[in-house]
C-alpha cells in the first residue's frame, strides 16, 4: 500500500449534528496531496468533529468524504487507510514501543512489520527505546512514538488532533519543526487541527480557518494574515486594529475613506464589493510612530496619547488612545530608536496597501475574546 | 467492598515519615494483634491440631502423626476435587456472565448507571441463605420455572435444556434441584456480584481513545477486544476470578441447599467431621490441605497473570 | 441482526442482572404466601399473615436481635480498628508495611470454611466455651479487613494538599485531622461499617463453627428452619433486608449527589 497515488482528500456538503447542536455545518473542503494543511479554530468550532468524521470515528449527518475517487463516507474506521495521531496520543499502555509502532502493520498481516516498525522509531529518533512502556516515557518522546506509530502505515490521510497540546512551550515548538521535516521526508498528506495560530502558521501550507461549524477561510498563511476576510479571521490570527470607516469615493485606484472624521486612503481592490460602512483593519506593526513633521505624503496617519507602554524584549508594545476613546495597539521594534514615553502625544502613521477592509456588518469583536481564553 | 482491595485504587506513595515514629505502630497495633491472635494463631493452631492423636474425650497429644493427611486425603479426594472442579465451573460461568454485565453497566447504561451497580450490590445486603433457598422455590419440580414454562407453553425449551444437562452429567434425571446443575447454578449466582464490582471498576476506567486508536490501525471490533481491551482489563479478571474462586471452593451452603449426597464438597465434610463427627485431626488436616491448595492457586494464578496489583 | 449485533451486549447485560435479582424477587413475593404445608415452596394464597405476625414463630425473632446485636458490635469496633490500620498503611512509611499488607489481605483469601475451623481448634485448645463472645471475636476478626481496604482506599485517595492547605491556614495537626481530614474520610469509613454490619449480620458458616445452641443466630436460625420447614416469616425478614438496603443505598447516593451540587 505504501505510496500508491491516492489522491486529494475531499469533504463535499458535510454536516454533523448532534441533537440540536450543529458541530459542523456544510463544509466543503479540498485538502491536495501530500500538503501540511491545518485546521485552526477555537475550542468547540468543528474542527475535531471533521477530523473525526475523516478518521471514521464519527459519521457525517450528510455530505459525503472521498480520497481521489474512492468515496469513504461510510466505511469503518478499520476500513481506512487513514491514520490518526491522538490528542493524548492513546497509546497502548499494555505493549511495548515497538507492538504499538507495529500494530497498525501486523494488524493488517505486514510480513516484515519489525524492519518497518524500527525504521518508524529511526525516523523518530527513538529507535532506543523500543522495548520500553509507555509510561516510562516523557511528553514528547510518547509524542513521537504516536506519530511513528501513524506514518509506519503510510495511509493515505494522516490526521493530528492537537498532537501538540500536552507538550511545554519549548518542546511544542521543537516538535513543530521536527513534523514539518518528518512531513516533508515521507510526502504524506498531513491535516493538523489546532487551535493555536502560531503553530498553524509555523508548519502548515494551507490553513483552514473554522468557526461555529463554518469555514471562515482558507488560504497560505500569509495571505490569511495580510488580507483576512472577516472580522474572525483578522481577530483569530494575530492582532488587529479595527477602525470604523465610511466610503467617500472611488477611483480607478483609490478608496477614500473617512475615519471618524480623518481622511484615509486604502486601494480600490481591496474594498469588499457593495458595502459603504467599514472595518478598516491594520496590523499592529505595521503601524509607525512618526515624529512631528516627518509625515511623508501617501501615508494615513492619526493623533493620540500613549496611555500603556509594555516591552516585550523584541519589540514594544504601546496602547495609543484615539481621540474618539478607542485604543489601538501598535509594535515597533526594538531597533535602537527611542522609545515614546507614557502620556506623550505622538504622530502614527502607515503604508495604505498594509491595511484591510471588511464589510462593517460583522463584529468587530469577533474571535478576539478566544484567543484570550485559549 | 472486597473489591478495592484487589482493584483499587492504588496506593498512593505514603508520604513523609513525621516525627515521632511510633504514631504507625501505635495505630497498628490492636487491629494487628486481633489479626495475629485470632486469624495467625488459630492457623498454628489448625496445623497443630491436625498431627495429633487422641479423641475428644481424653484429650489430645501431639504426635506429629502426618498419616492423617494421607487418610483425609485418600478418603475424601472425590469431594476435595468436586470442590475445586464445581467452583472452577462457577467462576468460568461469573466471568461469562459478569464481563457482558460490567461492560453494559460501564458503558452502555447512560444515567441508569448508579442505579444498576446499587441493584447489583443489593443483594449482597439480604441474607445469603435465604437468597439460596429462594433457588429451591425456582428450580423445585413444580417450581417457578416449571410453572413459567407449563404456562407460556415453553415447556418443550425446559425439557430440552434438561436432555442438554443430563447429556453432560449435570442433572441424573428430570429433576433440576439436589443436582450438580443446581449447585453451579447457585454457586455462580451468590459470586456473581464478586466478579462484576472488580471487572467493572476495571471497564470504566478504560480509556476509549484506546479503542478508537485500535481501530484507526486496523483493527476490528473483534480484534480490538482481543489485542485491547482484553489484555488491559485483566487486573480486573484475575480479581474477580480470585474473589469467586476462593468463597466457591470453601462453600457448601450451596451443595447442602441445592444439591444431594452426590454433590457433597469438600466444606460439608470439614463442619460434619468438626461438628459432628468430632474428628478433629482429620478435619483440621482437611482444612489446611483446602488452605495450601487455595494457596498455591493464588501464587500461581497472580505470577501467571503477572499482576502486581494485588496485595 | 445489525441491531442484535449491536445491542447484544445490553441484552445480556439485562438478562444477568435479572438472574441477580430473580431469588429477590422470590423471597418478596412469597413473603405474601399462605403455604398449605410446613414448606413456603409452592404458591398458594395471597396473604398478609406473615406481616401481620412477624415473630409468631418461637425463636425466630430472638436470633434476629441477636445478629443485630453482634453485628452492631463487631462493625463499629472492626470499624475503630481498621480505620486506624488504614491510617497507619495510607499515611505512614513503616517497616513491615508489606507485611502488614499481606495480614490485611489473607483473611480475605481464606475460605470461610478454614477460618471457621481454625478459630474452634484455638478456642478448644484453649478451653474456651464457644457461644456470644466467640462469635464476636470471630465476626470482628474477618470484618476487619475489610473496613481497612475500604478506609485506606479513601485515605489514599486524600489531597495532600487540603491538609497542607489547612496547616498554612494555622490548623495544629489535631485541628487538621479533625476539620479536614477525618469529615474527608467519613463516607469511607460509614462505608465500611455498612460493609462490615451485613458480612457479620449474613455469615453462617464461621458463625456455625462458633457458636453454642444458646446463641443463635438468625442465619443459624434459617439454616436449622430450611431443614425442617421454613415458615414465611424468613422471607418477611428478607424482604425488609433487601428493601432497607435499597433504601440506605438510595438515600445515601441521594444525599452525596445533592451535596455536590451545591459544592457545584
Redo the contacts between chains.
Sequence with gaps: MAGHASGDLVLSGVSRVYDTFTAVDNIDLVIPQGSFFALLGPSGCGKTTTLRMV???EQPTAGTISIGDHDITAT????RN???V???Y?????LDILDNVA??LR??GVKDWKPKAMEALELVELAHVAKKKPTQLSGGMQQRVALA??VV?RPDVLLLDEPLGALDLKLRRQMQIELKRIQQEVGLTFVHVTHDQEEAMTMADTIAVMNAGKLQQVGDPGTLYEKPESTFAANFLGQSNLLRATVKGVSAEIASLDVHGIPMTVPAASLPGGASELWLGIRPEKVRIISEGTEAAGLNTLRGEVTDVSFLGVATQYLIAMPWGRELTVVQQNDGMPRAALGSNVCLGWVPANSFVLDASQDADAGAQLVEDE | MAVTTLTGAPVAAPRRARRGAAVPYLLLVPGLLWLVVFFVVPMVSLASQSLQTGDVDNGYTMTWNFATYADALSTYWPQLLRSLIYAGIATLLTLALGYPLAWFIAHRSGRYKNFLLVLVIAPFFTSFLIRTLAWQTILGDSGLLAQIALRTHTDFLLTGFKEGLKAVGLINNDQLLFSPFAVICGLTYNFLPFMVLPLYSNLERLDHRLVEAAGDLYASPVQAFRRVIWPLSLPGVVAGTLLTFIPAAGDYINSVLLGSTRTVMIGQVIDAQFLRVLDYPTAAALSFILMLIIVAFVITYVRRAGTEELV | MAWLRRNLVIIVGILVMIYILLPNLVVIIFSFNKPLGRYNYQWNEFSFDAWTNVCGVPGMCQSVGLSLQIGLIASLTAAVLGTMVAFALGRYRFRGRSGTNLLIFLPMATPEVVMGSSLLTLFIAMGIPTGRTTILIAHIMFCLSFVVVTVKARVASLDPRLEQAAADLYANEFQTFRKVTLPLVLPGIAAGTLLAFSLSFDDYIITNFNASPESVTFPMYVWGAAQRGTPVQINVIGTVMFLGALAVVVIGQVVSSRRNRKVA
Design positions: 478518521a471514521g470515528l469503518k474506521p478499520y476500513q487513514v491514520n490518526t491522538f490528542q493524548n492513546a497509546l497502548f499502555p499494555h500494530f497498525g494488524q493488517r506509530r501513524a502505515n
